[in-house]
């Protein structure tokens, strides 16, 4: 099973699986490296890119984060707005300092190497780092960045039954790999979904590491609505994609006195969409954002708790904590059953999977019991079935911002509409993940975050200048 810890993580813009999961990747080589005692015997390295990490890599800046990576810049701690400072040595002097500690020559123009068409046996996402070392002798790893940041080598990809366990977590209290029995075990212990989950986490850690982990994580998340609604211009890449949340916000302010918006009974509405703009417009300009569960879909899960903390009255930290568990429970059922990688079931492993955990989320917060929360979460899978990948440029820009937008206010619907039921639905939550995985499966490729089909193609056919050399650098404004 899939802890919180695991399945909300904070890290850096444009994408989970082509921006977190490589740099992530990169740490845990230069990790390889350490343990073998051979970082300071490395003369040369190369870098591999498969799949969709080369596809639309450079509009997601996949070769920066990787270099970022082997700098030694973790995506929890990085400092975003210094990330052109790291990386000018790379580029001016044409050099690469492994962890800090080491320094190499590196060209990125033929140390990078590009492999679109070619796609590894067990996911899109997948690079191999190759080291020459000062003997001759080579050492490699390859590593699939399965989404949301999730990443596994070539071992892990062999044993998948033990991919990403939290230690201890086989032993615990209330088991459950499908939603048939996570109902079960709430109806059986008399627990809602995010106390049976707490109990699970409770296993493992204490609960001061717990509650602390979601209050940074919360908080992580309101600084991420704060910074998108200060900051304005154009987003980077080559597409001239505005931001918007600055202006909307300071519209939204300017009338939130007046009659007619007193008046407006959807203006929630508008500030959903807010708060989703927001985040999506920092992770598109590179900046710290929690993965939810990936960077794609950031957005959903904020914008539906910050409804939640301006727009009900019940609104508590508690709250907000049993908002993240619930959210956990759905997140690890799809992750577990299906996929939340858009490279490998299109968009709606991303935005169909964050909009059915806050439907789920939400609903616990209006009232609901656990068959009421799957029921919303089914909701919020079954409408976002099909739903494509196709980022204009390989940018998550266009049509990802709005994206997040549609898919938290179709969240809000799914609880609310869940909510007004018993929780019994026509189709289970168990069988709108197999489908979605079924439909994914079926899904061409070029639909699948590869920049090569739909929108990326028909919407706009200026291509930006990302996907011509290295990629854009993005920096946190």
Same mark, same amino acid.
Request: aromatic share 6%; charged share 20%.
């Given at each position: ?39 300071? =015997? ?85 690079? @191999? ?13 390859? &590593? ?96 001239? !994609? ?19 918006? %007193? ?51 019940? &609104? ?114 168990? =069988? ?5 995985? %079924? ?7 070029? &639909? ?18 990302? @996907?011509?050399? !290295? ?7």
């Amino acid at each position: 099973m899939i802890s919180v810890f695991d399945l909300f993580k904070i890290g850096i813009g444009p994408s989970s699986s082509h921006t977190v999961g490589p740099m992530v990747a990169a740490n845990l080589f230069l990790a390889s490296l350490h343990k073998q005692t051979i970082l300071t =015997k490395v003369a040369a390295l190369e870098i591999e890119l498969y799949g969709s990490l080369a596809a639309t890599g450079k509009g997601h800046a996949t070769d920066t984060a990787i270099l970022l990576g082997l700098l030694g810049h973790k995506p929890s701690t990085i400092d975003t707005r210094l990330t052109s400072q790291y990386l000018s040595p790379i580029f001016s002097d044409k050099t690469l300092n492994l962890a800090g500690e080491h320094t190499i020559a590196f060209d990125t123009k033929s140390d990078i190497h590009w492999y679109g068409e070619t796609v590894l046996p067990y996911h899109p996402n997948a690079m @191999t780092i190759r080291v020459t070392l000062a003997d001759g002798n080579i050492y490699q790893q390859t &590593y699939y960045s399965v989404g949301g940041g999730f990443v596994i080598n070539e071992e892990d990809a062999t044993n998948p039954d033990e991919d990403h366990a939290t230690p201890n977590i086989d032993s615990i209290p209330y088991p459950f790999n499908t939603a048939a029995e996570l109902l079960q075990q709430c109806r059986q212990h008399r627990l809602s979904i995010s106390e049976l989950v707490l109990a699970n986490e409770l296993h493992c850690r204490n609960e001061d590491d717990v509650n602390a982990y979601l209050d940074s994580i919360w908080a992580s998340m309101q600084d991420c609505v704060t910074r998108g609604c200060q900051n304005s211009g154009i987003l980077p890449g080559g597409l001239d !994609v505005k931001r918007r949340a600055q202006a909307l916000y300071l519209q939204l302010c300017a009338e939130k006195d007046l009659p007619s918006s %007193q008046e407006d009974k959807l203006v929630a509405m508008d500030w959903i969409d807010l708060y989703a703009l927001a985040v999506n417009e920092e992770n598109a300009n590179g900046g710290n954002v929690v993965t939810a569960p990936t960077n794609g879909a950031a957005g959903i899960i904020p914008a539906v708790m910050h409804y939640y903390r301006d727009f009900l009255s019940n &609104y508590s930290i508690e709250g907000a904590r049993k908002y993240l568990l619930n959210a956990t429970a759905i997140g690890s059922l799809i992750k577990q059953n299906a996929s939340i990688s858009g490279a490998e079931v299109g968009c709606q492993g991303e935005v169909g999977s964050a909009c059915a955990m806050a439907a789920s989320a939400l609903a616990e917060i209006l009232g609901g019991d656990p068959a009421q929360c799957l029921n919303a979460a089914e909701i919020g899978i079954e409408h976002n079935l099909g739903l494509t990948c196709d980022p204009v440029g390989g940018l998550v820009q266009v049509p990802c911002i709005e994206r997040n937008a549609m898919g938290a206010v179709k969240a809000v619907n799914a609880a609310r509409l869940a909510c007004r039921g018993d929780g019994q639905h026509f189709v289970s939550f168990d =069988k709108v993940v197999e489908t979605m995985k %079924q439909t994914g499966e079926d899904m061409l490729d070029i &639909y699948k975050e590869t920049s090569r089909g739909g929108l990326a193609v028909y919407a706009d056919n200026r291509i930006p200048t990302a @996907t011509h050399g !290295v990629s854009v650098k993005y920096s946190q404004c």
